[in-house]
Every structure is written in C-alpha cells, then in structure tokens.
C-alpha cells in the first residue's frame, strides 16, 4: 500500500497500512449463528454506548436466512442509523484535518480495494451453510466492507477516535456480523 505521505503523518499511515494488510487474512462470517461469547457481547454493547445511544439488549441471530430477515425489518433504528452517520461524518472531517482530504481518500480507496475479496468470504460461508444467495452475500460483504472503512476512518482520525466502529469491527473480526439496531435490540449474527 503506497498511501503514506512523508513527515509526522508517516506513523499512522503505517499504522492504516498493516489494518489494511490484514484484513485479507480475519476471519470474516466464519463465527456467524454460534453462540454469543461475553466477548462479543461486550464488543456489541461498546458499540452501541459509543455511538451515543442508550444500552440495549444484545441477540443472537442464528442463520443466514433470519440475518436476511433482520437487515429487511422495517423497524430499524433511525437513531442508530444517524448516530453512525455522524460518527462516520466526524471522523471524515477529522482526518482530513490532520491529513488533508487528498490523502485520506487515497488511503481510503485502498482500503476500498482490499475489500473487493470480502464477497468470496460470504459467498463461501453461505455455500458453507448450504445456501446460494448472491444478493445476501452482497450485503453482507458491503456491510464488512463499510466496517472496514470505519475502523479505517477512526484509525486515521487519531486519538482514540471512532471506538464505536472500532468495536464494530472487532466483531466482524471475530467472524461475525454485526446487524444493527433492529426494534430496541442489536442483532449480531
């Protein structure tokens, strides 16, 4: 990954560039309808108060067939969905601060790219469960992969920033994939 500027910046763009070497080689989908461990629990509950939304209770889903019915129900929460937004929006903002915009997009389309493989990783855990489902497989590689930008995003905005989606990505790392805010519950499968 040739991203990185020269100067003080070189420290967190090596730091963006070893997340993004190994994003290739997680776990992606291959925890997905286990059981919830404290761990995971704990990572889901991180994300939720860091977003700044109020606890609530953690679920597991337990196939991709209820995963497809959980991304589709219409009670999913606009809060939630706003705060990420803001959170994504702040962290853009930051990083371009420190950075400037140029650069942080670039390392942003890298990251981008590296991504592109996330789809195999759920096409093969659905074949996995013996389900061929080309339009989930998109979804749910498009969630990991905006998971991925996030965690990137908070990386680059420095200084602890983005928890939240350093605790959602900690979950896709674990294999699994963290569905949102769905009727006063958060979902990961």
């Known amino acids: 990954m040739s991203v990185s500027p020269r100067g003080p910046a070189d420290a967190a763009f090596a730091e963006f560039a070893a997340f993004a070497a190994a994003v290739p080689a997680l776990p992606w989908f291959t925890a997905v309808g286990t059981p919830l461990t404290a761990t995971v629990i704990a990572a889901a509950e991180t994300y939720v108060v860091a977003l700044g939304l109020a606890p609530c209770p ?3 889903v337990g196939g991709w067939r209820e995963a497809a019915a959980v991304t589709q129900r219409p009670d999913w929460s606009r809060d939630w ?3 990420e937004n803001a959170n994504e929006q702040a962290l853009r903002r930051q990083g371009a601060g420190r950075f400037g915009l140029e650069p942080l ?3 942003l389309t890298a990251l981008t790219d590296i991504s ?3 789809h195999e990783c759920a096409a093969a855990a659905l074949a996995g469960a013996g389900l061929a ?3 989930l497989a ?3 590689a498009g969630a990991a992969a905006q998971a991925c930008h996030q965690r990137g995003l908070a990386l680059l905005a420095g200084d602890g920033a983005g928890r939240a989606f350093t605790a959602k990505f900690e979950l896709f790392a674990a294999g699994r994939w963290p569905l949102g805010i769905v009727g006063g519950t958060c979902f990961v499968f």
Do not use: F, I
């Open 133 to 135: 489902d080309a339009a």
């Open 58 to 60: 953690v679920a597991p």
């Open 116 to 118: 592109v493989g996330l």
């Open 105 to 107: 997009l670039a390392a």
């Open 138 to 140: 998109k979804v749910a």
């Open 81 to 83: 969905w706003q705060a």
